[in-house]
């Protein structure tokens, strides 16, 4: 076969004939080029370790979500209380309304059916972003991984 750039002949060994030369491995450099650097080392450990802290809060972050029922909605109460006038007497319901005027309307607290719901929200909240913390660590811990290795 001739060269594309000076023109001359190179002869060009069969596969048969590059199994038969000796093989020479030099070991130093091939440890130094797949060796990853101490810092990278720590600093994966630190990240996967974090990661998978973190996967376990998510999870039980998602387990008390799960266990919260909540049947009650805004909606459905209301439409308790419109069922529940609907059966009282027209007097009772002229009491309850002189009673508002007398006390104040506001309220001290939520009604217990929006604290349940509103409780649920927060685990809910608390496991995505536990787990998005969690996933930013662990491509955090594999990029560390990958950069950390010389060659």
Same mark, same amino acid.
């Given at each position: 076969?001739?060269c594309?750039? @000076?023109?001359?002949d =190179?002869?060009i060994?069969?596969?048969? /004939?590059?199994?038969?030369?000796?093989? =020479?491995e030099?070991?130093?450099d091939r440890?130094?080029?797949t060796?990853p650097?101490g810092?990278s080392?720590i600093?994966f450990?630190?990240?996967g370790?974090?990661a &998978?802290?973190?996967?376990l809060?998510?999870?039980y972050?998602? &387990?008390?979500?799960?266990?919260?029922?909540?049947t009650?909605? %805004?909606?459905?109460?209301?439409a /308790?209380?419109e /069922?529940?006038?609907?059966r009282? /007497?027209?007097?009772?319901?002229?009491?309850?309304?002189e009673?508002m005027? &007398?006390?104040?309307?506001?309220? $001290?607290?939520?009604? %217990?059916?929006?604290? $349940?719901? %509103?409780?649920?929200a927060?685990? +809910?909240?608390?496991? =995505?972003? %536990?787990a998005?913390?969690? &996933? =930013? @660590? +662990?491509? +955090?811990?594999?990029?560390?991984?990958s950069?950390?290795?010389?060659?």
């Amino acid at each position: 076969m001739q060269c594309p750039h @000076c023109h001359a002949d =190179v002869a060009i060994p069969k596969l048969g /004939e590059l199994r038969e030369l000796p093989q =020479v491995e030099d070991d130093r450099d091939r440890a130094t080029a797949t060796a990853p650097s101490g810092g990278s080392t720590i600093a994966f450990l630190l990240l996967g370790l974090i990661a &998978v802290a973190l996967l376990l809060g998510a999870g039980y972050n998602t &387990v008390r979500w799960a266990m919260i029922e909540t049947t009650t909605t %805004t909606e459905s109460h209301l439409a /308790e209380i419109e /069922e529940s006038y609907a059966r009282v /007497e027209p007097a009772s319901v002229v009491l309850d309304f002189e009673d508002m005027e &007398v006390r104040s309307l506001d309220m $001290v607290s939520p009604y %217990t059916y929006h604290a $349940v719901v %509103t409780e649920k929200a927060r685990w +809910g909240w608390n496991a =995505v972003i %536990t787990a998005g913390l969690a &996933v =930013v @660590c +662990g491509i +955090g811990a594999l990029g560390a991984a990958s950069l950390g290795r010389k060659g």
